[in-house]
């Protein structure tokens, strides 16, 4: 028999990862932002998570994000859209997230934009942008990635806040580092004084040590916090 999987231990051990990978890559202690990847996840799993004192939690299916935001009112959980936007949902995004992470199209910015209620604080974003250089896993090309930020940042509904990016997965972190490196150095060359994108949202379960050598304020973590899913 195995132990029953513990939320409250997974989360301890991923953020002793994190804060390792810190040291390790002389990042500043505290400055990568672990975000929760929730989604297939109930409402008591995420209450598991949020009473060991974790915060941001990041869905993908719209219809079942919003159904747990509507049932867990807690004012100190932030919730994160990290899936793939469709048009006719980006007014349940606009409505019920604080931060948009994948946004990779212009037409979603606008809309997010326009939708997005009067009495709450712009929607953060991240533009997701596509650095794999073998196989796409969304995001617009890094060549398109300078005008679609200065467009974006232009949305009154909008706050640009950095870039985000899904590589394909590798196997070594030399190779899990490539892209994340790219994403990095795109970043530098964008940022300006008027416009820093501080946010770098890079890194899951198998390769946040990487991302965090790179430079990553935000990993993603679902499978290490919450064990195994079967959605794919
Ligand atoms: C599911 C998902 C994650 C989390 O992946 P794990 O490997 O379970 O940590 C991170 N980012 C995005 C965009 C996802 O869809």
Same mark, same amino acid.
């Given at each position: 028999?195995?132990?029953?999987?513990?939320?409250?231990?997974?989360?301890?051990?991923?953020?002793?990862?994190?804060?390792?990978?810190?040291?390790?890559?002389?990042?500043?202690?505290?400055?990568?932002?672990?975000?929760?990847?929730?989604?297939?996840?109930?409402?008591?799993?995420?209450?598991?998570?949020?009473?060991?004192?974790?915060?941001?939690?990041?869905?993908?299916?719209?219809?079942?994000?919003?159904?747990?935001?509507?049932?867990?009112?807690?004012?100190?959980?932030?919730?994160?859209?990290?899936?793939?936007?469709?048009?006719?949902?980006?007014?349940?995004?606009?409505?019920?997230?604080?931060?948009?992470?994948?946004?990779?199209?212009?037409?979603?910015?606008?809309?997010?934009?326009?939708?997005?209620?009067?009495?709450?604080?712009?929607?953060?974003?991240? #533009?997701?942008?596509?650095?794999?250089?073998?196989?796409?896993? +969304?995001?617009? *090309?890094? @060549?398109? /990635? &300078?005008? =679609?930020?200065?467009?974006?940042?232009?949305?009154?509904?909008?706050?640009?806040?950095?870039?985000?990016?899904?590589?394909?997965?590798?196997?070594?972190?030399?190779?899990?580092?490539?892209?994340?490196?790219?994403?990095?150095?795109?970043?530098?060359?964008?940022?300006?004084?008027? #416009?820093?994108?501080?946010?770098?949202?890079?890194?899951?379960? +198998?390769?946040? *040590?990487? @991302?965090? /050598? &790179?430079? =990553?304020?935000?990993?993603?973590?679902?499978?290490?916090?919450?064990?195994?899913?079967?959605?794919?």
């Amino acid at each position: 028999m195995s132990e029953p999987f513990s939320i409250p231990q997974h989360l301890d051990q991923v953020r002793r990862r994190i804060a390792d990978a810190e040291l390790r890559f002389a990042r500043t202690p505290g400055s990568v932002r672990l975000l929760a990847v929730s989604k297939t996840r109930s409402a008591d799993e995420i209450l598991a998570a949020n009473a060991h004192g974790q915060r941001c939690f990041g869905e993908s299916y719209i219809q079942e994000a919003v159904d747990k935001i509507a049932a867990i009112t807690r004012a100190d959980i932030e919730w994160h859209f990290i899936g793939r936007i469709q048009s006719n949902k980006t007014r349940l995004i606009a409505e019920n997230f604080a931060w948009v992470h994948g946004l990779d199209s212009l037409k979603h910015a606008r809309r997010l934009s326009d939708q997005r209620p009067e009495g709450l604080p712009p929607l953060k974003v991240c #533009l997701q942008v596509n650095v794999d250089l073998a196989r796409s896993k +969304g995001g617009i *090309e890094m @060549a398109d /990635a &300078e005008a =679609a930020a200065k467009e974006i940042a232009a949305l009154p509904g909008l706050s640009l806040e950095g870039l985000m990016t899904l590589p394909s997965w590798r196997e070594s972190i030399e190779a899990q580092r490539a892209p994340f490196a790219r994403l990095r150095q795109l970043r530098d060359r964008l940022a300006t004084p008027e #416009l820093p994108l501080p946010t770098l949202s890079m890194g899951m379960s +198998g390769d946040l *040590e990487a @991302a965090i /050598a &790179e430079g =990553a304020t935000t990993v993603r973590i679902g499978t290490a916090v919450f064990g195994p899913r079967n959605d794919s």
